[in-house]
């Protein structure tokens, strides 16, 4: 068969695959049996999954398609989470091409009035490199928006719209959760400040482009990154390698950050290049639930410890 009937075949054998689970194969669904009325909801990531959990509670039934440890960037669903998809009354995504691998998946399952970005209404970082493809509007934006917990209050903002507008029975049990959490976000973003501030001027490198919005609200400098884009599977030239470990020389960074869903060799062959600390942090998923970042705001105190100690 011609190779270029191949974009039009996918979704379209994705979507029989999806009825063929869902009518034949209760057990392949990841999502309860619709029996309580209850409503059914999938986060693609387990930090919007957390934040889609605070505000739903009992009230929902949550699926979460990319669970704690796995990298969003890469994702690729099993049959049972297409299931998943298809059967949902609401697929809350990240946004900002964060689930690109998703995409079309999305397209073919979900009803786009179902599909929810969290991220909408956040003021977004464009990236200009040329490491990256331009998005469909002529831009690549930073889809790390959750590393600002102030983005996070939008989230629930659009989370708890959605909720209320699918399910008005619990309207006022969605608003006053979402209003409960958005009180410890920004109680998170003012222990932040206090944490960052006295280390100001702070340069951080990262094992990728993550730190972005972090830096635009606290005033940290992120000065380089191992792999020079927003997504982690884009892959570095040794000449930017090269420069990059030039630049921790001259500006005197302490320490690489390396996220939890990357392989970290290359940031460990920087380190062990300039003679730097290679610390751990948690980019794109939140640790397990006996972990040290189980939730969103555990996570955000995890990675700010991690940004104070690299400045030591």
Known sequence: ??????????????????????????????????????????????????????????????????????D?????????????LSDADLVFVNGFDLEQTL??????????????????????????????QAGVDGHRYDPHTWMDPNNVIIWTEN???????????HAEAYHARAEAYRQQLRELDAWIRQQIEPLLPLKVVTDHKVFGYFARRYGIEQVGAI???????????????AQLEDAIRQ??????LVGNTVNPQLARQVAEDTGV?????????????????????????????????AAQ
């Open 1 to 70: 068969m011609s190779s270029k009937h191949t974009p039009i075949l996918i979704p379209i054998l994705i979507l029989i695959l999806t009825l063929t689970l869902a009518a034949c194969s209760p057990g392949g669904n990841a999502a309860p049996a619709a029996d309580d009325g209850k409503l059914h909801v999938v986060a693609t990531t387990s930090i919007i999954g957390d934040v889609v959990s605070n505000i739903g509670d009992d009230d929902i039934h949550l699926t979460v398609l990319i669970l704690a440890g796995s």
């Open 72 to 84: 969003p960037h890469s994702f690729e669903p099993s049959p049972q989470q297409i299931a998943a």
């Open 103 to 132: 995409l079309p998946i999305l397209e073919s399952t979900a009803p786009e009035d179902k599909v929810v970005a969290v991220s909408e209404g956040v003021e977004p970082i464009v990236f200009s490199g040329d490491e990256e």
């Open 159 to 169: 989370i708890e719209r959605a909720l209320s507008q699918a399910d008005p029975t």
């Open 227 to 241: 792999i020079p884009a927003y997504s982690s599977m884009a892959q570095p030239s040794a000449q930017e390698l």
């Open 251 to 256: 500006l005197g960074v302490k320490a690489v």
């Open 277 to 309: 600390k290679l610390i751990p942090i948690y980019t794109g998923s939140l640790s397990g639930p006996d972990g040290p970042a189980s939730t969103y705001l555990d996570f955000m105190r995890y990675n700010v410890k991690a940004i104070v100690e």
